[in-house]
């Protein structure tokens, strides 16, 4: 059996606030976008900037969090999987997408006034169920299948 890693690390701006929803089963997942920028000379010697956009889902406690603290225009580091689906729209044609399934964010902003700061992760050994800080976890819950996801 060969190895293999399926890791993405980043840190950019939210590009619009999270979208929280649940499934048939219960289960809370979130999803947003970051923008990464990067600046790059062109041969010519001209700086250009260049902006990439991330698609990310997460799930479960880490998915409320997300909701409730995160908005549009805040900086966070994420890290978690690369993962492609692909689904058939209502209007019959096949469409793909490529997101990060996030498992540990770190909110990188200075936290408003009430507002929690720090990191978040998912739990040792736990497939789907991550914790907050030194929160108590909730009891684990059962892979996520694609049939699952709501958008």
């Known amino acids: 059996m060969a190895n293999s890693l399926n890791k993405a690390t980043l840190i950019g701006n939210l590009t619009r606030d999270p ?8 289960q809370s997942v979130t999803s947003f976008s970051i923008a990464t920028n990067r600046v790059f000379t062109t041969a010519a010697g001209e700086k250009k900037d260049q902006a990439d956009y991330h698609n990310i889902v997460a ?10 603290y995160l908005t549009k225009g805040k900086k966070v580091y994420v890290d978690g999987r690369i993962q492609s689906r692909e689904w058939e729209g209502q209007d019959g044609v096949k469409r793909y997408r490529t997101e990060i399934v996030a498992e540990n964010l770190i909110m990188l902003d ?22 907050m800080d030194d929160a108590p976890l909730p009891p684990a819950e059962d892979e996520i299948k694609l049939e699952d996801i709501p958008f």
Not at 19 to 26: H, I, N, S, V
Not at 59 to 68: K, M, S, T
Not at 113 to 131: I, L, M, N, T
């Open 59 to 68: 799930w479960g406690r880490l998915a409320e969090i997300c909701a409730q």
């Open 110 to 131: 200075r936290p408003s006034a009430g507002q929690g700061g720090g990191s978040y992760q998912k739990a040792e050994g736990s497939s789907s169920v991550p914790q």
């Open 19 to 26: 979208e929280l929803r649940k499934t048939a089963g219960g």
